[in-house]
């Protein structure tokens, strides 16, 4: 009888788990769309609402908690995203968080400050006057404070890391959570979907960047 009060119990857990499992897109409400504005998202020639999907991507931190995330971005990645991080969730991949950037007024150094996972932003990329991928919805930053941007300033080239204060993540050979690299299974969910990773680039590192080219 206890045994199949367990095997019971065990069936009821992973049945619940598995319908509390939340993985859905769907066009931006009113109420997202209202809070994008002046942040995220302002008037411009090359993305429009229409273009857009709000997610919303169940995901687990380093302490197994589950939480539900929001997530804009690009129509034609939606589905993809999706499936890669349903794939995330079922291997208790940890992701901190991933709320909208407008909570943190859209200011990128804030958000990946607080390790914050996110897609959509329309803004320009660091220290250039081209847009982001982000601001297309076409890229994806994943554990930014643990996996940092790595550039060197047109000035003097001196290194600038972003966000500051994750210098000490920079060494790459070091031990530490949410930490990005080639064996792990992020980057091969997104490269198999056909996303970049930034961490894999020259003259700068984007350890916490991955980004897909439309052709």
Known sequence: MKKLLSIITIWLCSTICAQSQIFTSSAIPDSIWATMQGK?????PYIKRSDLRYLRISHIDLEGRTHVGEMVCNKLIAEKL????????KAHYPIQQMRLPDVYDADDERQMRANNTSCFCY????ESKNLSKHARGLAVDINPL???YIRYSKKDGSQIVEP???RKYIERTAKFPYKITRNDLCYKLFTKYGFIW????RTKKDYQHFEFNVR
């Open 82 to 89: 999706l499936a890669i991080f349903s794939e995330l969730y």
């Open 198 to 201: 930034g961490g894999a680039w």
């Open 146 to 148: 643990y996996n940092p």
């Open 164 to 166: 500051a204060n994750a």
């Open 40 to 44: 995220t998202w302002n008037k411009n």
């Open 123 to 126: 803004r320009n990329i660091s």
